[in-house]
């Protein structure tokens, strides 16, 4: 028997119904998803997928679902999508009694005992699902119910698997009249459309106090990363299929594999890529690798993604980060001297800061100057040693799983004057009267070198515009 599966992608808690196309929060795909389809669609079976951006409400889901007339329903879910998740498993419970419902995701992984409370859930996969979950609809395509509702994910071969699915999102998303021409939604100005997210691998070798060790339940302690020709292989078939014209790394640090960006630059250049991309890097490793930086931006490097986190040495220590104040404002150093842009990660609000250390870090987001301000208030999240810390000192305001978001109005912690935090924040972004001359005047001599002699005789009316048509 063949089975129908229907992903269901709930990650409306940031940004609402409706709303794809409005940043990367709802413009990305779910490589989990993506991967498992493609996983699920080499095995035989029938995969579509249903978004919750994309459309308007419960009752709009209702309908749809009903229309797929899924025998299996699979839902991912991070701690912020718990609310979404575990509506849209009753709705498909009451709309197919008999469908058989399975969830994964970080959150099934660092809290399965929280999972394990929500209602309807038949199955339960921990860990990675590439290779646990077809064998799952196999067992249910043979008629037989495995008698365990965890199942412990087995950990694939990353060069072995197919490629994430992009056309699962992009057909769905098109489906409800979202016109886009490119696989996922760009999201900066460095990086044109047609453009894509890739993963080079899994998990992360440092340790930070806000993220870890949740991530080591999902992944394992170790990174494994791809190979570089089965990743190129993947920009090769994105660039066949979709145009591709840019590309984001998704790997939480990519640049820990110095051996790994070394050969990849190589054989990038080598094979005759020259797509402009970002990644994720941390200031340690740009400081001490500034020729491994070099290399990736003659490759086509034009951005970095930064977690500076904060401007004092004693919060930084605090979180073990493993960087200092002075790594991070040398690292920005370094990127403006090779032109790369900087995203910059950093947070206020965590636990034991003081508002002189939230000062530093407005001082010091003055002095890095990035392209992009990316803050958040410290949220504590399921799964990290944080997270147990905030909980031992009974310091917690959230109330809802929606507050896991990254919501800058939203309180997170006890002990932290959240009105001056917003002012803080608010104050980080604003630039330093010179910087922001520098810049208006970058951008004007970008604009000035567009402007031809053939434009300007354009604009003054004594050359024809290019587009009016000859005389037959
Ligand atoms: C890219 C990314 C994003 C992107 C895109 C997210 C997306 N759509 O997937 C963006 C920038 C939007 C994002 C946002 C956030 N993210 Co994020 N993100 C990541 C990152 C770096 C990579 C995700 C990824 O693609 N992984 C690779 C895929 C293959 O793994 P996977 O999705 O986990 O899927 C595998 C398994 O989990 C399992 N699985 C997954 N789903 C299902 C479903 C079924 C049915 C089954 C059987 C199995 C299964 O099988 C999959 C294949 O092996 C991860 C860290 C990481 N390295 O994974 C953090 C991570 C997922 N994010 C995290 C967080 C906290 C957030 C935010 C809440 C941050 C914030 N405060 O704003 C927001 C939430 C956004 C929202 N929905 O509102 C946490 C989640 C922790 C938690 N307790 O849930 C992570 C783990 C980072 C961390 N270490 O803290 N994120
Ligand atoms: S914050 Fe980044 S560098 Fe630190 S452990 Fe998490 S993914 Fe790794």
Known sequence: MSLKVTFIYPGI???????????????????????????????????????????????????????????????????????????????????????????????????????????????????????TFPRLLHALARGERPPYRVLRGEPPDLDAIPFSDRDLFLEEWKKWGYDLDSPEVPFVEELPPPFATIIAGRGCIYNCSFCKPGEDYLFGKRVRRRSVDNVLAELRMLVDRYHLASFMFHDDCLTEDREWVIEFTEKYIAEGFNLPFFCQTRADIVVRHEDMVERMVRAGLRGYFIGFESGSDRVLKFIRKGTTVAQNLEAARICKKYGIAIWANYMMGLPTETKEEVMATVRMMKEID???????????????????????????RITDYDSYRRNPTEPKIRGQDYEFLKWAMAESQRRKPINAFRRWARRQWKRLRRVTPAKVLRRLGLLRPRSAPTAA
């Open 13 to 131: 808690a940031g940004r609402g119904w409706n709303s794809l196309k409005q940043g990367m929060d709802a413009g990305w795909i779910s490589h989990g998803l993506a991967s498992l389809s493609a996983a699920a669609k080499a095995e035989g079976f029938e995969v579509n997928l249903i978004d919750l951006r994309a459309l308007s409400g419960w009752d709009h889901f209702r309908e749809v679902l009903a229309e797929r007339d899924p025998d299996v329903v699979g839902v991912t879910m991070m701690s912020v999508d718990y609310n979404p998740a575990r509506q849209a498993i009753a709705i498909a419970k009451e709309v197919k009694p008999n469908v058989v419902t399975v969830i994964g995701g970080p959150h099934v992984t660092i809290a399965l005992q929280d999972s394990l409370r929500i209602p309807h859930v038949d199955y339960l996969i921990t860990g990675e699902g590439e290779i």
């Open 370 to 396: 990035p392209d992009y301000y990316s803050p958040a208030f410290f949220t504590p999240h399921p799964g990290t040693d944080l997270y147990d810390f905030v909980v031992e000192h009974d310091l917690s």
